[in-house]
């Protein structure tokens, strides 16, 4: 009988010599949790520490958590692991993607799938329960990941989840995705390893329906969650009235901001957030306003399977060269006058997925391409990009110096991290806005979140001094409510990345947890304990949010120990692209005049802020200790791996010179 809230087993498979093994999951279910947490420990037992990620040692990893598969908590999410090519060096990286597909893994019996070998011709999985099975892939092998979908549902039945990968991963472009659903895709080149496999797709079904261990708890929690959550108002750029129609992803029962839209061959495919922003702006350019381009380069990237947030920064790295007038058609082969038409888009797509000429270069990744040319277009290379995944730059740390360290310190832009900061701001802006006329009249002032102002509906109710006490309780100070100061930004850092890691782990979605504030809680600080209540009633060992954060530290901690055992250099690896210290921030996308609070409460501006070499040195520094890290180094203590119930990894780092 499986543990409450498990599906019961880990599913193994190697490609190479076809075996299929079962493992029960509770071995690491408790220490770990499952998602995040028990790929990261499945990562470590499995993968030796000089695998590259096209090796077939390298393992992809796919787990859901205890609450996939139960309905109203936004919980139908899965996470995929393994060693990324989409960073230099490669290293250990993880992706989480909603849809059908996790939840009928889970339905299927299994917690988790990892799949190490490589097939000698293309092949997919079918999971249906207890039967496990390699299958042809001949016929699929060159479609797009959409029409792989439709392929198999067709052959298959509608009932199957499928994940599926396009051309671009069977390239090994660096940054190919998977997908499945309308559009649910798994970045950070987890796509590539799937295709290096020679693994087309994955398809899941099964009928075994979890068990909470308190279902009645479990449904009044979920009813609590429905009054504390709320959807945002506001008219987003991805919400193209008359054409997307929200639609939350399947399984979620709570929903957020998504939207889908019909596209003229019938199908349904996502328009949301970032996704959306990949060619929104150069095609707003060319065309002088938004055009249906920004919908259709999308989906080219989605179905070739090329990472959105990528792609976004190299057209825009791409448009500054050409502007300059270092790069050109000639050298590059691309119509580089009509960046924003769909003439572009379509050739970029092609060039990228395909390595054609100048293409081959950019597959390998925007920083890598640009370090190859050399000269003035690697210099420009660092505006668009702030991460060495090459990814478009959002959550800038020199406006939200909470970041800084969480980009230091991890393989990727990790995105469910990366709204904690953001959030707090724009809800104490929204207090600004709807109860002081100082945000309306600071000299920069005009608008901020990318949304139109006049669509806002919220009233703010979060007061500088709600700010404040929802700091220290979640951030561990009041410092941290101070967006001007370096002071207490190493605590918040780490406090935000335990949280993160095990909310990645249970698996409950970014857009909606935590529930950092609520007015229809009574204090208005929203519900900390929620996450753990969830937990405790599905699987029926008692939990509080501190004993959930320890777990969350747990997994960051084995998660350092996977990457320095792969060569992550510790402090010195744990480092800022140089332009974040160097160049003064301009402006964010969510914002050009870069406005938060200062110690008094006051509205300011980041605008000409940089991330000072110095003070991110001090900050790494307390926050290793904070860690129980070796300051010098930035190495694992063995001391911290006992109070952390990791000992026994620590004989592997000590063997290796790896651990203080
Ligand atoms: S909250 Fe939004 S993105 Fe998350 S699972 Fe629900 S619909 Fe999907």
Redesign the pocket.
Same mark, same amino acid.
């Given at each position: 009988m499986a543990q409450f809230g498990y599906g019961g087993e880990i599913l193994k498979t190697d490609l190479t010599q076809g075996d299929i093994i079962k493992l029960p999951t509770d071995d690491d279910s408790e220490r770990f949790l499952g998602g995040r947490g028990i790929a990261a420990k499945l990562y470590w037992d499995m993968v030796p520490s000089k695998a590259r990620a096209f090796d077939a040692e390298n393992c992809l990893i796919f787990a859901t958590g205890p609450v996939t598969g139960f309905p109203r908590f @936004?919980s /139908?999410?899965c996470q995929v692991c393994g060693k990324s090519p989409a960073m230099e060096p490669e290293c250990f990286s993880y992706a989480n993607v &909603?849809g059908r597909w996790g939840i009928y893994l889970k339905y299927a019996g299994y917690d988790g799938l990892a799949i190490q070998g490589k097939s000698d011709r293309p092949v997919y999985l079918y999971i249906d329960n207890d039967t496990v099975e390699m299958r042809d892939a001949s016929h699929l092998w060159g479609k797009t990941a959409f029409d792989t979908c439709d392929s198999l549902r067709t052959e298959l039945g509608k009932r199957v989840g499928v994940m599926a990968i396009g051309p671009a991963a069977e390239n090994l472009v660096a940054f190919a995705t998977m997908l499945t659903d309308e559009g649910g895709s798994v970045s950070s080149g987890l796509g590539s390893v799937m295709g290096s496999k020679r693994l087309k797709a994955i398809v899941t079904v099964g009928d075994k329906r979890p068990v909470a261990a308190e279902p009645e708890r479990l449904r009044h929690l979920a009813d609590h969650v429905s009054k504390v959550i709320k959807i945002p108002s506001g008219s987003f750029p991805w919400v193209i009235p008359g054409r997307t129609t929200a639609k @939350? /992803?399947y399984g979620?029962g709570? &929903?957020?901001v998504?939207h889908t839209y019909k596209a003229e061959d019938g199908r349904y495919y996502k328009s949301?957030c970032q996704p959306q922003d990949a060619y929104r702006r150069p095609a707003e350019k060319y065309y002088g306003g938004w055009n249906e381009v920004v919908l259709y380069a999308e989906r080219l990237f989605d179905g070739y399977g090329l990472e959105t947030c990528v792609m976004q920064a190299m057209i825009d790295w791409l448009d500054s060269c050409h502007e300059e007038g270092i790069l050109g058609d000639e050298q590059t082969g691309l119509p580089l006058a009509k960046i924003g038409s769909a003439e572009f888009i379509e050739a970029l797509t092609r060039m990228v997925t395909f390595r054609e000429g100048f293409g081959d270069l950019l597959a390998r990744g925007t920083l890598k391409a640009a370090e190859a040319i050399g000269g003035r277009p690697k210099e420009l290379a660092q505006y668009p990009i702030y991460t060495r995944a090459s990814e478009a730059r959002d959550y800038d740390p020199r406006m939200l110096l909470h970041h800084a360290l969480i980009l230091a310190t991890e393989p990727r832009r990790s995105i469910s991290a990366l709204h904690e900061a953001p959030h707090m701001l724009w809800g104490w802006l929204d207090w600004k806005r709807t109860s002081h006329s100082d945000i309306r009249s600071h000299p920069g002032y005009r608008g901020w979140g990318g949304i139109d102002q006049a669509s806002r509906t919220e009233v703010g109710y979060l007061t500088t001094d709600l700010f404040r006490e929802i700091a220290q309780s979640r951030w561990g100070s009041a410092a941290a409510a101070d967006y001007t100061t370096y002071e207490g930004k190493a605590l918040a850092s780490k406090k935000i990345q335990d949280r993160t890691h095990a909310k990645e782990s249970i698996i409950l /979605?970014?857009?909606?947890w935590p529930i950092m504030y609520s007015d229809a809680t009574d204090d208005f600080k929203g519900d900390p304990t929620l996450e753990s209540q969830i937990v405790s009633a599905v699987t029926g060992r008692e939990l509080d949010e501190t004993g959930l954060s320890r777990i969350g530290e747990r997994i960051f901690n084995l998660i350092r120990a996977i990457q320095v055992r792969h060569g992550w250099e510790g402090r010195k690896g744990d480092r800022l692209l140089d332009h974040l210290h160097d160049e003064p921030l301009e402006s964010v996308f969510f914002d050009p005049d870069c406005l938060v609070p200062d110690g008094d409460g006051n509205i300011t501006s980041r605008k000409g802020a940089v991330v000072e070499r110095d003070e991110f040195e001090k900050m790494k520094s307390e926050y290793y200790e904070l860690r129980g890290w070796d300051v010098v180094s930035g190495l694992l203590t063995k001391a911290g791996l006992n109070s952390l119930e990791l000992s026994d990894i620590a004989g592997d780092l000590l063997k290796k010179g790896l651990l203080r």
């Open positions: @936004a /139908c999410r &909603g @939350a /992803c979620c709570i &929903g957020c998504r949301h /979605c970014d857009p909606q």
